[in-house]
């Protein structure tokens, strides 16, 4: 069991997304005490990628930061800013080479969190506030955004475990699920096929992954989130989100929760409605569920109604 979130403002400047994650994964952070986690949406820096690494405490990083800064050193990419925060490397670089040859050349340096023009994301064990206290996630103010939290039951309770997960190897696509993918070795041999990497088991990375490799051809996010209803197996709700995007999945049982409220300020969703009630205390609030074999996308500067 875990409680994913998302959101996103439709005016200009954006909102409270760190602030709004918070509230919102504290309202089911029962859903899963594990880790908890949150992609982040700000402005576009075009020519820049956003970088966050995991390191090893032992010695501080200092393996890894290195390592990283070889990688980076041998594809030409230039740091504007860097800075150690918590169990986190942190890099703002100019690139402009193949992303997918340099995440991947990345990985093997140290542990990606994300890498984007726009998105940021940070996890880490204990709960939505026990992570804000490390990484100050509530200062962040952006367009959209998504949030984790999770009940380990396949695998440690461990950083480089939690969500969100980014599509290893794209730019600014994360994803947060709730559920089990039942053919994921099945898609993930048919897209290690095609060349493409994948850092852990979790099957949140390979939606994230599929949905991405989909992008890339030109397919419109809420068309690769149709297909995903057919291709894929299991039990699920997830949230996706792009630079410019947000989205949602349900299979065709829909088992596993999801409730939605839009305004004309923003459109909120999540497992339960205990998180959209933190964002409007005390009001009794219009929500939607939904339906099986649903998907949507909204966003940043139209907003479709509901599929």
């Known amino acids: 069991m875990c409680g994913i979130a998302g959101i996103m403002y439709k005016k200009p400047g954006g909102g409270h997304t760190g602030r709004d994650l918070i509230n919102m994964l504290d309202g089911c952070q029962h859903r899963g005490p594990d880790s908890t ?32 800064k070889r990688v ?4 030409g990419a230039t740091i504007r800013e860097e800075e150690i925060e918590g169990q986190n490397f942190r890099v703002r670089a100019y690139f402009a080479g193949d992303l997918q040859k340099f995440a991947y050349a990345l990985e093997h340096a140290a542990t990606v969190v994300s890498i984007g023009s726009s998105l940021e994301i940070i996890k880490d064990i204990g ?27 396949e695998s440690d309770v461990k950083a480089e475990a939690a969500h969100p997960f980014w599509a290893t190897g794209f730019s600014d696509v994360a994803i947060v699920h709730n559920g089990q993918i039942t053919n994921y070795w099945k898609m993930r041999r048919r897209l290690e096929r095609k060349g493409f990497e994948f850092r852990t088991d979790n099957d949140s990375e ?9 992008m890339s051809h030109g397919v419109p996010l809420k068309d690769a989130l149709r297909d995903s209803i057919d291709d894929m197996d299991g039990t699920f709700s997830f949230l996706v989100s ?6 949602y999945a349900k ?3 829909a088992v596993k929760p999801m409730v939605l409220y839009e305004t004309d300020e923003m459109i909120a969703v999540a497992s339960e409605e205990v ?14 569920e939904p339906a099986p074999g649903t998907y949507n996308t909204w966003q940043r500067s139209t907003y479709p109604s509901n599929q």
């Open 275 to 288: 998180s959209l009630n933190r964002l409007f205390p005390g009001k009794a609030l219009n929500t939607m």
């Open 37 to 68: 986690g949150f992609a982040l949406y700000g402005d576009d820096h075009d020519g820049e990628l956003l970088l966050r690494f995991m390191i090893d405490p032992k010695d501080g990083g200092k393996a890894n930061i290195a390592a990283v």
């Open 127 to 153: 709960g939505a506030h026990d992570v804000d206290d490390v990484y100050h996630v509530a200062r962040h103010n952006g367009t959209h955004g998504l949030g984790h939290v999770r009940l380990a039951t």
């Open 242 to 247: 792009t630079k410019d995007e947000i989205g």
């Open 206 to 214: 390979l939606i994230a992954v599929y949905l991405a490799e989909k």
């Open 251 to 253: 299979d065709r049982l």
């Open 72 to 75: 980076l050193t041998e594809f």
